[in-house]
């Protein structure tokens, strides 16, 4: 039994590993007047 409850944990484990870096792909939307800046990963002002 403790066999199978490990090989089930290896098993799921990238799983939830891809689940996470999935999430942080998201679409930055800013406010007008600014726009994203990925190197801080934030909005920053739009100087004109």
Same mark, same amino acid.
């Given at each position: 039994?403790?066999?199978?409850?490990?090989?089930?944990?290896?098993?799921?484990?990238?799983?939830?590993?891809?689940?996470?870096? !999935?999430? #942080?792909?998201?679409?930055? &939307? *800013?406010?007008?007047? +600014? !726009?994203? #800046?990925?190197?801080?990963? &934030? *909005?920053?002002?739009? +100087?004109?």
């Amino acid at each position: 039994m403790r066999i199978l409850l490990t090989a089930l944990a290896l098993f799921a484990a990238p799983t939830f590993a891809m689940a996470e870096c !999935a999430s #942080d792909k998201q679409a930055m &939307t *800013c406010a007008e007047g +600014s !726009a994203y #800046d990925s190197a801080s990963r &934030t *909005c920053v002002p739009v +100087s004109s």
